[in-house]
């Protein structure tokens, strides 16, 4: 039996590696901005961990992964999102 061997991606804000099914994927897609879990571009990936997705660095690590400047309600979304997402 062949397995599929999962894929690993980097939380951007404590750089641990975890099974892509277990981050956050946050996008910044060329037609639609910026989405959460969806989208085409460039992407960076947030953990689970409460200390990641709430810390204080967490907007300026994403403007910098994402090449973008986010919007201020970019941050009730995203947080609506992750408490949706759990
Ligand atoms: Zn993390």
Do not use: H, W
Request: one cysteine or more; glycine letters at 4%.
């Amino acid at each position: 039996m062949i397995q599929k061997s999962p894929v690993i991606r980097m939380c951007i804000s404590c750089r641990k590696t975890y099974d892509r099914n277990n981050l956050l994927k946050v996008t910044n897609d060329q037609k639609l901005g910026i989405m959460i879990n969806n989208g085409i571009g460039r992407s960076a990936y947030i953990c689970k961990s409460k200390e990641c997705y709430t810390n204080s660095k967490i907007k300026k690590k994403l403007q910098k992964a994402l090449k973008t400047s986010l919007e201020a309600d970019f941050f009730d979304i995203f947080k609506k999102e992750i408490a949706n997402y759990y």
